[in-house]
Every structure is written in structure tokens, then in C-alpha cells.
Nanobody, 124 residues
Framework: QVQLVESGGGLVQAGGSLRLSCTTS????????MGWFRQAPGKERDFVAT????????TYADSLKGRFTVSRDNAKNTVYLQMNSLKPEDTAVYYC?????????????????WGQGTQVTVSS
């Protein structure tokens, strides 16, 4: 059974930073791509970033490039999302997900396993 557990969410002022973590257990984590998505109230779940199994390939939502950075530590089975210059519109529940492929995807349906989500709230 694969489990993904996110942490690091919270309340931050606009312009601040947060780092989210997602730790995976129960599967050969290093073989698979990981993704970050977010969902604001009343909206669909949106793509944020993805990182390949090797960590060498990353992809971001166009609107987030330059502010968010995804990375992974395969020795710790953990993927990170560093979020800088946060804006109120970044407020959402953030989810990590595992794709059973070496390369990531921006499509929600491509991911087989999901974490429970962590709330990020950015105040103005």
C-alpha cells in the first residue's frame, strides 16, 4: 500500500515563503515521478509542478514559474515544493501525487496515488 503524507502548510503573509514536503512509503519511490497539484474552494484541482524519477526533469505551471521550485531527495523518499513570493491567490489545499512512470505529467488522471493534502493560506 502506497502512502503519501504532506506537511508544511500553514498561514503566511503575502510575499512570504513556505516549503511543503511529501514523504512516500510502500513502493519503490525512486522509480516514479511525483507531482504537486492544488485545489482552491469551489475550483478544480490544478497542476502546479512535477519532477521526474531521477529528479533531472521538472515542469511547472506557466503562471508559477520563477516562484515555485520542486525538488526531491530520493534517499529520504521525499519531494519538496518551495514556494516564494506567495500571493493570496495561491491559497489552496496542496496535494502531492505519484505517477507510475519515470516522467511526470500535468494531468490529474495520470497519477495513481495521492496524499491527503495540506492547507496553504496566504493573507493579504
Amino acid at each position: 500500500q502506497v502512502q503519501l503524507v504532506e506537511s508544511g502548510g500553514g498561514l503566511v503573509q503575502a510575499g512570504g515563503s513556505l516549503r511543503l514536503s511529501c514523504t512516500t512509503s510502500g513502493r519503490a519511490y525512486t522509480d516514479y515521478a511525483m507531482g504537486w497539484f492544488r485545489q482552491a474552494p469551489g475550483k478544480e484541482r490544478d497542476f502546479v509542478a512535477t519532477i521526474s524519477a531521477s529528479g533531472l526533469t521538472t515542469t511547472y505551471a506557466d503562471s508559477l514559474k520563477g516562484r515555485f521550485t520542486v525538488s526531491r531527495d530520493n534517499a529520504k523518499n521525499t519531494v519538496y515544493l518551495q514556494m516564494n513570493s506567495l500571493k493570496p491567490e495561491d491559497t489552496a489545499v496542496y496535494y502531492c501525487a505519484l505517477r507510475l512512470r519515470a516522467l511526470g505529467s500535468a494531468a490529474v488522471a495520470e497519477y495513481s496515488y495521492w496524499g491527503q493534502g495540506t492547507q496553504v493560506t496566504v493573507s493579504s
